[in-house]
Structure formats: C-alpha cells, structure tokens
C-alpha cells in the first residue's frame, strides 16, 4: 500500500538527520519507505551503522540495490523490498521517515508497539501527531541563501 508520494531527501538533510539521531557505529537504523537508498547507504558509510531500507517500488529497490553493491556495502546494508507495515522494526536503535503527517498517523501504532526503549526516531518536514518531540530542528539546506528550509522532529522512544 503507497501511503506517500517518493520525494527524495537532499544529502545534507540526510546527514543532519543521522547527527540529531545521534547514531553510533553498529546501531540498526530503518529507513521506512527508503526510496533510492540514499539513508541507508549514507548510516553505513559516514556513521558505520548497520541500516534496514524498506521501500514498496519495485524500481527504487532495484536502484537502492545496485547502489548498495556498487559501494560494497552489502554486508552492512539490507534493502528490502516489502510494505513497510510488514516490516520487524523491533531491533531498531534508529528510524527515519519521510513521509506525510497521515502516513506517520498511519504507522505510528506499529511503531508504538514495535519499538524498544531509547529508539530514536527522525522526521523529516512531518510530524508524529501525539508524540512529543525531544527536539524540533529548523535545517537550512542554503544559509546563503535562507532555503530551502526543512524541520526535522526527534522522537525517542
């Protein structure tokens, strides 16, 4: 089931989302609805974490795979092509969503029953309604230029 639209998140957001979820090497993030791979490849090789993707399109999938292989990170990075309700997050350290304010409506009793204690979670531009963020970061992709601006929500769990 699509339950928001594949927008790609810019690198520099990717990274500010890994620094503010205060990821170590080894921790397990999963990058729910992970697109082209660029969460999961990006916590492997910067933060030598172990990384999850799961992403429904089988043309993104193929893509975040081939990536993946190309950088020889097939042994710390998984892609899996899979509804992102049918996926085990319950050895998450780290989640990462991208999604829509409904979509994280959606997903938010899966996750509240799957996750452990101290799991981090990072919104990227959308809210979990209900939640009380731990942080709320304004990230300014351009300081130069003011924009784009994108606000990024830390939950722990």
């Not at 029953?113 to 959308?126: A, I, M, P």
Request: charged share 30%; glycine share 6%; with cysteine.
């Amino acid at each position: 089931m699509f339950i928001a639209p594949y927008v790609a998140s810019p690198l520099p957001v990717i990274r500010h989302m890994l620094v503010l979820s205060e990821l170590k090497p080894d921790e397990l993030v999963y990058d729910l609805g992970c697109g082209d791979g660029r969460i999961v490849i990006m916590a492997a090789q910067e933060f030598g974490a172990k990384a999850v993707g799961v992403e429904l399109r089988e043309d993104l999938v193929k893509k975040a795979y081939e990536r993946v292989s190309e950088l020889g990170l097939d042994n710390r990075v998984r892609i899996m092509q899979s509804d992102l309700f049918k996926a085990d997050l319950r050895s998450a350290d780290v989640v990462t969503l991208y999604l829509t304010t409904s979509a994280n409506e959606k997903v938010k009793p899966k996750l509240e029953s799957e996750l452990k204690h101290g799991t981090r979670v990072v919104s990227h531009d959308y809210e979990v309604l209900g939640w009380k963020p731990a942080r709320i970061d304004k990230f300014c992709e351009n300081p130069r230029l003011g924009y784009p601006s994108h606000t990024l929500y830390v939950y722990e769990r």
